[in-house]
């Protein structure tokens, strides 16, 4: 999965669309009683451009795929995907399947563009208990699946192993617990070398969510509108700003770069809270980094991370959803999610399969693995990307002492609901 999380196609642009399949489910599923039926039949599926090895990975899954049911697979390779993506679902040219972020699927399937899948896993019997239960959630909208999850990725911690080791400490010194971070960064800090942090934040919340959240208060509540000046929030996203204050975690741009994994892999950061696919860009871009990884710390003994997602979903508007459904039947079946994890190398959203890959033991994968089964998915209904917005835009003004870390959020909240407001009338 790619390092940067997706923003949403606009609502506004979308409003206008009109769609002839039921947004509500009302129809029944368009599943083949005999998927033999189908053989010759044609399909497209809308992707976004990935790397090389995921390009080859995908091309597999769809020969293994047209082979098993004689359906065949046209690609559909998007270069700006959601510009691009929207103009075909305006004009009604988009795939019958294609990739949604878990982050735009509350507001597509508001929109009506994904069909409802409830019916097509009951008649196939799919097995749902397979897949890791928060990816599954990722794709939920009023009761209602969305989509099947492909892969998903989440947050774990970095350690430069020789920069630990020669600041006299050994990765099982630090804490598994969030609470007791600060002072072991502090400690860290006066024994590494002159230019290093001990540790460095993206200022997202795509990366704090989960903190926020850990006592309990949600950052929308059930009508949409942001939350972000709780007491137990403040509480909760305090110690970073007073970690950041002194200087015990910086942003990559207080480093000269532009994201986490480089200030990590150019040795200006110990450590790191991070998504596993900074694991290849380290190994492919600073080969010489030794790097070792460990699960998020806890939150008052609570396990916390966060999860990146991306589903196949069947297009509401589609003259071939049955054959669709096959696709993604298949692509989300054991066989299929083997070819595209195996040969992707991304972790597979089925717990079977990261069993018999034997990830669980991976010495760098695993505990992004273990993190699959209580991350908190990068959803929150349609809002999010305002709340998000806003988040980002203030929260380094609290990490800066330009304002507390209260009046930035309730500037954030307050900015972000007028939005909301704005957007439901």
Same mark, same amino acid.
């Given at each position: ?154 947050? #774990? ?24 971070? %600060?002072?072991?960064? @502090? ?51 305090? %110690? ?15 480093? @000269?770069?532009?994201?986490?994994? *480089?200030?990590? #892999? ?95 033991? *991976? ?17 929150? #209904? ?18 800066? #002492? ?16 007028? *939005? ?6």
């Amino acid at each position: 999965m790619n390092k940067k999380v997706s923003k949403p196609l606009s609502i506004v642009m979308l409003s206008g669309l009109v769609f002839t399949a039921a947004c509500g489910g009302e129809d029944e599923a368009q599943v083949a009683s005999d998927p033999s039926e189908l053989e010759g039949k044609e399909i497209t599926v809308g992707t976004w451009k990935g790397t090389d090895a995921e390009v080859k990975a995908f091309d597999e899954l769809l020969a293994a795929f047209t082979e098993e049911t004689g359906i065949k697979v046209k690609k559909k390779v998007y270069n700006d995907y959601q510009t691009q993506l929207q103009t075909d679902l305006v004009g009604g040219t988009a795939p019958d399947v294609f990739y949604v972020d878990a982050f735009l699927a509350p507001e597509l399937s508001k929109q009506g563009v994904l069909e409802p899948l409830d019916q097509y896993v009951e008649q196939t019997e799919k097995d749902l208990g397979d897949f890791y239960e928060p990816a599954i959630n990722a794709f939920k909208s009023d009761d209602q699946l969305f989509g099947l999850p492909k892969d998903y990725s989440t947050l #774990g911690l970095y350690y430069n192993k020789k920069l630990i080791e020669d600041a006299g400490f050994t990765a099982d010194d630090i804490p598994t617990e969030m609470g007791q971070l %600060p002072e072991f960064l @502090g400690e860290l800090q006066e024994k590494l070398p002159s230019g290093v942090t001990p540790a460095i934040t993206t200022s997202e919340l795509a990366r704090h969510m989960f903190v926020l959240q850990s006592g309990g208060t949600d950052i929308v509540d059930e009508n949409g509108m942001a939350v972000l000046s709780q007491q137990d929030q403040i509480e909760a996203l305090q %110690p970073l700003v007073d970690a950041y204050q002194d200087k015990l975690v910086q942003r990559p741009a207080d480093l @000269g770069q532009g994201w986490a994994g *480089d200030s990590f #892999g150019a040795e200006k950061a110990a450590i790191m809270i991070e998504g596993n696919w900074a694991i290849s860009h380290i190994e492919q871009n600073f080969p010489n980094i030794e790097m070792g990884t460990k699960e998020v710390p806890t939150i008052d003994g609570n396990s916390g991370s966060m999860m990146f997602t991306v589903s196949y979903s069947l297009n509401s508007d589609s003259e071939e959803k049955a054959a669709g459904w096959e696709f993604i039947n298949y692509a989300t079946s054991k066989d299929g999610m083997k070819i595209w994890s195996e040969g992707a190398g991304v972790l597979p959203s089925l717990k079977s399969i990261a069993e018999e890959l034997n990830l669980q033991d *991976d010495e760098l994968k695993a505990p992004f693995v273990a993190a699959g089964a209580y991350a908190t998915p990068w959803q929150k #209904g349609d809002s999010l990307s305002i709340v998000a917005r806003e988040y980002n835009n203030l929260l380094p003004a609290a990490l800066k #002492g330009d304002m507390t870390l209260e009046e930035a959020m309730k500037k954030a909240e307050e900015t972000a609901n007028k *939005d909301i407001e704005t957007q439901l009338k």
